[in-house]
C-alpha cells in the first residue's frame, strides 16, 4: 500500500490579498518562521508560505461570502510546535503583534497534555496552533507495532493488562537513577522493597517534569508561596524557576500524563519522589528557594490523589507494600 508521507500544500481563499497578508505575515513568517514566496497562476496574484513540511498559500476568492466553519469544507486549521513551551511562547508573540488569539490554555479532554491557542484569519477561518504530543510521537515512532487507537478521541492507545493478581506501580523515573532531575542528576533508592517490585516487573517509571515538556537540565522550580499542587491545578497558584519563569504549565501537563498513564495501566499505587513541586506528597519547599519545606503535595501528588490513587514517598515503601498487599489479596478472593 502506498503510504502517505505528508500534507504538501494547502490552498486558502481570501477576500482581500492584501489584508490577509499583512496578518499571515505576522503569524507564519515573523510567529511560526515560515518563508514567503509570491507567483502570478492564471491572472491571479498567490502568496506561499512555506516551511521544510509543506506550503499555506493564499489566492484570491470568487465570492465574499465569509467563511463558515460548519459548512461542507475546512473547519480549522491546526499547526503543531514541538513543546508546550512553544505554544505559550507563540500565543504570547502572536497576542503581542496584535492577533487576537487565546492564551495557550491546556485542553486534558482533548489528550493528557492538549495545549493549544486559537484564533481566526481576517475570513474567519479557524486556526490553531498545539504542541507534538506524547501520543503523536508514540504514533509516528512506532507505527508498525501500535496497535488499533481505542474508541472517544482517538488519543489513547489500548490500556495495558497487569499480570493477574499483580499490581503495576508508578514510581518517580529519578528514583530509580535515571538522571531526569533539575540538575541532571538522579537520587537512586536502593531499598530492597523496591528491588524487589523491580525483579518483579512491576515498576513503571515517569518523571512528570520532563513528560511536560521541561528539558534537562532545568532551572529549580516551586510551587509559589504557600501553596500546593492542588492550588496549582485549580489555576490559583503558579510553579515558579529561580529566574521567574513559569513552568505551570508544564507541570500541569505533566501530571496529567502521569494521571493518563496511571489509568491506561490500572495502576493504584505511586511511589513519589518527595519534596519534589510535581512528586512531592507530604512536603514540598515553600516558594521562596530556601531550602525551607513545608507539608503539602505536589502537581503530579494532587492530582493522582484526586483521582484514587494512593501515593506514598520513597520513605514510605513499607505502607506501599502493605497496601498491595491487600489489593492484591483482594483481587484473588
Not at 176 to 200: F, H, K, Q, S
Request: net charge negative; with cysteine.
Amino acid at each position: 500500500m502506498t503510504d502517505v508521507i505528508g500534507i504538501d500544500h494547502i490552498y486558502i481563499t481570501v477576500t482581500d490579498l492584501q489584508r490577509s497578508e499583512s496578518f499571515y505575515d505576522r503569524v507564519l513568517k515573523d510567529t511560526l518562521g515560515f518563508r514567503k514566496n509570491t507567483f502570478v497562476l492564471g491572472s491571479d496574484a498567490h502568496i506561499q508560505y512555506f516551511n521544510r513540511h509543506f506550503g499555506y498559500v493564499l489566492r484570491p476568492s470568487r465570492s465574499s461570502q465569509a467563511h463558515d466553519p460548519y459548512s461542507p469544507g475546512l473547519h480549522h486549521f491546526c499547526f503543531r510546535v514541538d513543546s508546550i513551551a512553544d505554544v505559550v511562547s507563540v500565543a504570547n508573540r502572536l497576542r503581542a503583534s496584535g492577533i487576537e488569539a487565546s492564551e495557550a490554555a491546556h485542553f486534558p479532554d482533548y489528550a493528557p497534555d492538549y495545549w493549544a491557542t486559537f484564533f481566526n484569519d481576517p475570513d474567519g477561518v479557524r486556526l490553531e496552533v498545539t504542541n507534538y504530543r506524547q501520543e503523536r510521537r508514540d504514533r509516528h515512532d512506532n507505527w508498525n507495532t501500535l496497535g488499533q487507537a481505542a474508541a472517544g478521541n482517538g488519543e489513547s492507545m489500548e490500556p495495558t493488562v497487569p499480570a493477574p493478581g499483580r499490581q503495576p506501580i508508578l514510581v518517580s523515573a529519578c528514583l530509580l537513577g535515571e538522571p531526569v532531575r533539575y540538575n541532571g542528576t538522579g537520587m537512586r533508592c536502593d531499598d530492597a522493597i523496591l528491588r524487589r517490585w523491580l525483579d518483579e516487573g512491576r515498576v513503571v517509571p515517569f518523571c512528570p517534569e520532563v513528560a511536560g515538556g521541561l528539558p534537562v537540565p532545568r532551572l529549580s522550580a516551586e510551587i509559589s508561596t504557600g501553596a500546593g499542587g492542588a492550588k496549582v491545578l485549580a489555576g490559583e497558584h503558579r510553579v515558579r524557576a529561580t529566574d521567574g519563569q513559569d513552568f505551570t504549565p508544564q507541570f500541569v501537563a505533566g501530571a496529567h500524563l502521569a494521571l493518563a498513564e496511571a489509568q491506561r495501566r490500572n495502576i493504584r499505587v505511586a511511589i513519589l519522589k518527595e519534596g519534589s513541586p510535581s512528586c512531592g506528597s507530604g512536603q514540598i519547599y515553600d516558594g521562596t528557594f530556601s531550602g525551607q519545606r513545608i507539608p503539602g503535595s505536589g502537581v503530579t501528588a494532587a492530582l493522582l490523589r484526586s483521582a484514587g490513587i494512593a501515593v506514598f514517598s520513597e520513605e514510605q515503601l513499607a505502607d506501599a507494600s502493605a497496601l498491595l498487599m491487600r489489593l492484591e489479596a483482594e483481587i484473588a478472593d
